[in-house]
C-alpha cells in the first residue's frame, strides 16, 4: 500500500486534532484512529469514527431490564449474559465508522450485508485510480475438483506465474483503454485534443473486477458482529478474511469485554441441531450411537464430529 | 419534571467527564450533552451520544462524489445540493442517542418509526415508575366534527375539569391495583407479607396508556429528518410534537448547516404534482385556470392554494 | 373469540374467492386462508395473504450458488444445508401476511422486531372496541422470587379471584370513562348532546394496555423464524407463545420443508460456546472435567448441561 | 438477448401452471408473469412472483385509518390521498419478485437500494456466461464539458467505432483469459487436461465491469417505487433507466391506481423550498421577484424555473 501525499496529509490533519469531549472514548481506539492499516496489496482499514464502548452497552442493558440487572455485578458478566442469550439491542447502541479501500469483486461480496451505511466512491463521477489487486503466488490456488466453493491445490511454478501475468496484463490493458475512452488521465489531463472523451459512467465499464475502489462504510455493533461472524470465518473468501481479520483487531481495542464474549460464542462456537443434541448426549452416556441410526446426512454427521474434535468418528 | 437524587448524580457524573479525542466534536452540542430537557409533564429528552458533524456529511458526500464535487466550494452549498436532490447516504454518515421518558401511547406512535435502535425500560421485569401524562386545561381539546383526525374546538369549563378528574382517577386507581396486584411498591417493598405477587409481565396490563416509559434511542442523521419532518408537522399529535420540537433544537446544535437547509427543503417546503405544477405556470403565465379544468379535487386544489398563501382561491 | 357479524361476511367473501393463477400456490394454506384462528380470549390470528413456497427457496438458492447446486440432488437436501449454514437470503424469497388481534401489552413486545410491515388499527382515529384480555385462573401466576422475568407459584384461590377482579374492573372502568370523554359510544352514537367531546388521540390514553387492538403484520419467512424462535421459546411471556405457536402451524401449512430443518435447527437446536465445547469434548473423551476448571459460570455450566440432558451433572 | 433452449422451456413450464387460489390475482399481471422482457444488448427483467393489489392497500388503509377513512368513498381517493400526504405502509403490504438479468456495473448501482432481497448468481461457486454489454452507437456519448456527471455531445464516426471496438475487444479476451485460467469453458468442459485450474472464486477478478450478472430482486410497492422514482428519472444513468422504465410498465400492470397517483404526485411533481414557495406566491401576485432579493442561488433559481416551464426566466 502506497498513500498518496494528499492522503498522507489529511491523515496527518486528523490525526493531530485534540478535542475535549465528554463522551464515551476509548484511548486504546484513540491510538489507531485515522491510521491506514494495509490490507492485500493496495487496500487499507482506517477506523475513522466511533460512538461508545462497552460500558454503552451495559448501560443500554441497565435501562432495559431495570432493576433485574443488578443481581449480574459485573460489566462482564452482564455483556457474556448478553451475547449468550442473543440479546440484541444493547450492542446496537454503538456505531463504528471505517474507510476502506478494497477490490471491486470483494465490494461487491461486502455490501450484501445492507444494514450498514454507505459512501463509495462514484466511478460516475470521478476517475478510479490505477490500482488493481494481483494475488500473491502463495494465493494463487487451484480450484480443488471436490469443493468447487474453495481453492485447492496451489497453483505452482509456471502455471502460476502465466496466470498472475495474464491478471496484470489484461488489468493494465483495459486501464490504459479506459484513459484512451475518457481522452484523459486520472490526474485530470487531456490526452488528445482533436478528440471527445466517453461519459466516465460508460468508460468505467471497460474495468476488471480487481479494481480498487474505496467507500466510507458505518455500522452498529451488533451488525459488525454479524459481518464478521462470516466474514473472518475459514470458509470465507481469502480476500475480504483479510479485511475481516484487521477489523477483529479494531473491535478488540475498541469494546474489549464484547470482543472476548464474540470469540467465545459466536466466533469460536457452534450450532448442535435437535438430531445432534441426541447423540452427543449418547455419546457421552456411552450409548450406542452410529450414523445409521442418527438421522443425519454424512455431511451432518462430520460436521458434528469435526465440531467436537472426534476425529476418529469421521467417516 | 422531577429527577430523582439518583438520576440527578449520574447527570452531575457524565457532565463531569472530560476525556481527549481526536473525533469530530460539537461544543454547541456538548453544552448541553446528558442534560434533561423538560417534555409534557414529566418527561424529558436527553442528547447522551453523538457521531459526527456537518463536516463529516461534506467528507463522506466528496468521497462519493469525488472530484466531481470540487466545483460546489464551500460546505454549505454542498450540503444544500445534497437535501435538494435527495441525496440521503451521507447524511447517514452521523449518528445520534438520546434518552428519553414519554407516555407510553406516545411511545407507540413514535416506535413505527423502525429505522432507529431502541432499548425500552421494561415493565416485563421492573416495576414503572407511578408517573402518567395528564394534559393542561388548554390542551383538553374537543374533536372537531369535520376533523375526526385532530383536536377541534377547547374544551372549557366544567367539563374539562371532569374529563380531567376522570383520567387523574383512573391512573391513579389502575396505578394502586397494579400495586396491589404486585404485592410490592415501586421501591421493592413487600405489601403483605402474607399473599403473593403477580407476576410483573402480567400485572403491568392493568396501567393505563398514558403512564410514562422510557427508553434509549439512537438514529442517523437520516432517518432522524425523517422522522422530525412527520413529527414537528403541525399535522402530528401535539404530545409528540413537543418531542420533536426540542430535538429539533438539538439538531440545529449539532448540524447547523444541515439544519437550515433541512428547514428550507423539507419542514417549509411543499410538494407540487404534475397537475399542480400546470396551474401554477398558468397562474404565473396569467392564462384562465379554476377547480373545473383543473383535474384537481376541491382538497387538492385547497392544499395546493394554501401551499402560497392564495388565499383568495380558496374554495 | 366472537366475531361480528360484518367480520364473519368478509371472511365468508374473501374465503369464496376463486382466482386463476400462474404463481406457486400452497392448497394446504390455502384451506385455512382468511381464517381467524382464535388466540387468547378475544385474539385471532389470520393469515390473509402469501407468497412463495418451499420451492421457490430452492429456486432463489440455486440462482445463487448456480451449477454448485446440482450436486445437494433434492430440494429437501439443499434446504437443510442452507438451513444449517445461516444462508438467509434464500429464505427472504417468501413472503407471508398476517391479520393479528392482540392485546396492546403483547402488540408492545411484539413491534420491537422491526423488520416487518405494519398497519395498526388507529386509536387516533377510531374508537377501539371494548374488549381486553383477562388471563384464565391458570395462568395467573405469582412472579417467582429466584426468577424475577418469569412467573413462578400459581396464584391460587382467593388472591387469584381478587386479581381477576381488579383486572376486570379496571378495564370496565378505564373503557367506560373513555366513552365518557369521548362523549361517544362505539357505534358512534352521541352520549350527550349538550356537550363536547374529547378527541380520540387524547381520550385513548384512559385504556388500559391489555385492551385489545389489531394489526395487519407483514414479514418475509427469514424474519418470520426469526421472530418465532424468540417468541415460541419457553422463556417468552406465555401470551406472546400463544400467538407463535398458532404461527408455527401456519408455518408448517405453508413451508412444511423449511418448517422441519427450522424445527431441527433452531428451535430443538443449541449453541456451545469454544469453552463448552472443549467440555464436551473431554466428556466424551473420558477427561477429567468439573466446573472449576471448566472456565464457565455456574449459570453457563448448568445451561450446557442441562441443553444436553445431563440431570445429573447440574449443580 | 438470447435465450437458451433451457430457459425458453423453463419459462413456458412456468407459464403452463394453472393453480387455484383465493389470494387477491391480478390478470393483467398473469399475462406477463414469467415473460422475459428484453433490456439492453443481453438482459431481461422478469415479474416471478407477486402479492397484493391496489385493493390490498386500501383494506391495509382502512384497517389503520378505521372508521375515519369511510368518508373518502372511492379507493382511488384514498389512494391519491396516501401518496399525497406520503403514507407509506399502506404501500408496503405488497411485494413483487423480479428475475433480472443486466450488466455488473449498473448492478452495483442497483444495490445501493438496500431495502429488497437479492439472490444474486455467484461468480464464485458457478462460471459466468461470455455475454457483456456493448452499447449501441447512439449511446456512445462524449461527456460534456460542463455537465461531468452525465453524458455531452455524442461521439461520432471513426471515434465511436473504436471506443465500441476497445470495448469489444476488451471484454472477450479477459473473458478468454478467464477460462484459460479457470482450465475450463463455460459447459464445464476442461481445457488442457495436463494442467490445473484457478478457484473460480479469483478467476472472476480478471472479467470487466460490462460482464452480465442476474439476481432476483423482491421488494414491497414502497420501495419500488422509491428505486423507480431515482432510477427512471432523467438524470439516472441511461443503462439503468431502461431497466426502471420496464418496471413501470409491470407498475402499471400490477397496481393501476397506485401507479396513476405515483406518476401525478412523484415522478412528474417537484418540491418548492420554503424560499422557493415565496417566489412562487410573488410571481402569481405580480410583485417584484429576481434572483438578487430571492435568496436563492443561480443553480436553485434555474431549478424553480425549469419546474414551472419559466423559461424566459432561467438565467
Request: charge should be neutral.
Amino acid at each position: 500500500m502506497k498513500l498518496t501525499k494528499d492522503q498522507i496529509n489529511q491523515i496527518k490533519n486528523q490525526q493531530s486534532q485534540n478535542n475535549q469531549t465528554k463522551r464515551a472514548t476509548v484511548p486504546e481506539l484513540e491510538k489507531i484512529l485515522y491510521e491506514a492499516v494495509p490490507a492485500l496489496d493496495h487496500g487499507f482499514v482506517r477506523v475513522i469514527d466511533y460512538m461508545g464502548d462497552d460500558t454503552s452497552i451495559v448501560q443500554a442493558a441497565r435501562v432495559s431490564y431495570g432493576k433485574g440487572t443488578k443481581k449480574v455485578s459485573t460489566d462482564e458478566g452482564l455483556i457474556k449474559y448478553l451475547m449468550r442469550h442473543w440479546h440484541s439491542t444493547p450492542f446496537e447502541m454503538c456505531e463504528i465508522k471505517y474507510h476502506i479501500k478494497l477490490p471491486i469483486f470483494i465490494a461487491r461480496q461486502w455490501i450484501r450485508h445492507r444494514t450498514a451505511n454507505v459512501n463509495e466512491y462514484s466511478a460516475r463521477y470521478s476517475i478510479l485510480d490505477k490500482e488493481f489487486y494481483l494475488p500473491t503466488t502463495e494465493n494463487l490456488a487451484a480450484q480443488s475438483l471436490n469443493n468447487r466453493q474453495g481453492r485447492g491445490d496451489v497453483l505452482e511454478g509456471d502455471q502460476a506465474k502465466e496466470v498472475l501475468e495474464l491478471l496484470k496484463n489484461d488489468a493494465e490493458r483495459t486501464y490504459n483503454n479506459y484513459e484512451t475512452m475518457l481522452n484523459q488521465r486520472f490526474d485530470g489531463s487531456q490526452i488528445d485534443e482533436s478528440k471527445k472523451g466517453l461519459a466516465r459512467e460508460l468508460a468505467r465499464m471497460n474495468l476488471t473486477l480487481n479494481t480498487y475502489t474505496q467507500w466510507y462504510w458505518k455500522t452498529d455493533l451488533l451488525n459488525l458482529m454479524n459481518f464478521l461472524r462470516l466474514r473472518a470465518d475459514s470458509h470465507a473468501q481469502y480476500e475480504i478474511r483479510v479485511y475481516a481479520d484487521i477489523m477483529l483487531d479494531t473491535l478488540k481495542r475498541w469494546t474489549p469485554i464484547t470482543y472476548d464474549a464474540f470469540m467465545d460464542y459466536r466466533v469460536g462456537g457452534t450450532e448442535v441441531s435437535a438430531k445432534g443434541k441426541i447423540i452427543i448426549e449418547k455419546l457421552i452416556k456411552r450409548e450406542d450411537v452410529n450414523i445409521e441410526n442418527s438421522g443425519l446426512s454424512k455431511r451432518e454427521w462430520n460436521e458434528l464430529m469435526e465440531a467436537f474434535k472426534l476425529n476418529d468418528r469421521i467417516i
